[in-house]
């Protein structure tokens, strides 16, 4: 599904076949974005005259608080749909509740759904430019740029590095965005975790499967941790949350596997205890704060984009 920054398209939907070429500038924006945002110089016009309408039918609290700010930042008006409260709990389809968002001529529509596939059709329907913010187990596109982003300001670049996934892949868009956006930058990228929830079938994209915590990490140079999905998981995939966390989870014991000052990462929220140790989210190796620092970033250049490639189309 590559939609984005593609020379006609407005939506981004996810990463799957995007190049370099693509990639890079998006990250160059992101970067400048975050230099801005520190120094407290965001122009305000960029966006100015537009509206965002943030419309979350999962929880989240980093990625629309960060789409809220970067929107805010740029000078859109921002509106955030609580569905909670919202006619969709009173039967209205997906549908429905596009062609209404429609009537009211948002300019983009940020959108985070339970099922795979729920924004790119989403996207078929409205004239806003329609982002991806998580749909199903698909892809969570915003966030594996963060993640590149982070990870390109402490290593420089890619080629080369050796980036471990470990946890709930399975369940994981996270997982499937930064499979997608690594191993087109250059990177090695290995998944780490019990079969249940590490298949072999994500071989065919083109990275290594490893069920032991001992041997995916040895030689790693960015840890990412996953959180445990409960919520998208059939009874009986792990055992209980203590004996994970005795197989698999992060401590200082197995992060020293990997290569000395490896970086960590999570996307959040993070289950401490469960897929990581207190002493290794909060050590000097992890970048966690970070992340949400280049999410912000990350989102402002990807609202600038879609607007801009929308009115120059
Ligand atoms: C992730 C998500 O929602 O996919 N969180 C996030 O956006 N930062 C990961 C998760 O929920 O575990």
């Known amino acids: 599904m590559a939609s984005f920054p593609g020379r006609h398209s407005r939506h981004l939907l996810g990463l799957q076949g995007m190049t370099p070429d693509q990639i890079e500038p998006l990250l160059d924006l992101a970067e400048s974005y975050a230099l801005l945002n520190r120094s407290r110089k965001v122009p305000r016009d960029v966006l100015r005259g537009r509206t965002l309408i943030n419309l979350f039918f999962e929880d989240s609290t980093r990625t629309r608080t960060s789409f809220e700010l970067a929107g805010k930042r740029l000078g859109a008006d921002v509106i955030n749909m609580s569905v909670a409260q919202s006619s969709v709990n009173k039967g209205e389809t997906l549908l429905d509740t596009a062609a209404t968002l429609n009537a009211m001529q948002a300019d983009l529509l940020v959108v985070r759904h339970s099922q795979s596939g729920a924004p790119a059709l989403l996207a078929q329907k409205v004239e806003a430019c329609v982002v991806n913010a998580g749909d199903g187990t698909h892809e969570h596109p915003t966030q594996a740029l963060l993640d590149a982003l982070t990870i390109r300001r402490h290593c420089g670049g890619f080629g080369g590095l050796t980036v471990a996934i470990c946890g709930d892949v399975a369940h994981s868009r996270v997982a499937r965005s930064d499979i997608h956006l690594l191993t ?3 990177c090695k990228v290995r998944v780490v975790g019990p079969p249940t929830l ?10 290594e499967v490893f069920h032991t915590m001992e041997e ?3 030689g790693a140079d960015v840890v990412m941790m996953l959180r445990l999905q409960r919520e998208r998981m059939s009874s009986g995939q792990i055992p209980s949350a203590r004996e994970y966390f005795r197989f698999y989870g992060l401590d200082q014991r197995r992060l020293a596997l990997a290569n ?3 970086l960590v990462m999570h996307p959040g929220p993070m289950n401490r205890g469960v897929e ?6 909060d050590s000097d ?3 966690i704060q970070e992340q949400v ?7 402002m250049a990807v609202l600038d984009r879609l607007t801009r490639s929308r009115h120059s189309a």
Do not use: H, N, Y
Request: hydrophobic fraction near 45%; avoid cysteine; aromatic fraction near 2%.
């Open 184 to 186: 087109t930058m250059g």
């Open 276 to 281: 990581i140790d207190s002493l290794v989210a």
């Open 260 to 262: 000395k000052d490896a």
């Open 216 to 218: 995916g990490l040895r």
């Open 198 to 207: 590490v298949p072999g079938g994500f071989k065919s994209l083109g990275v």
């Open 285 to 287: 190796q992890s970048v």
């Open 293 to 299: 620092e280049m999410g912000v970033a990350v989102r």
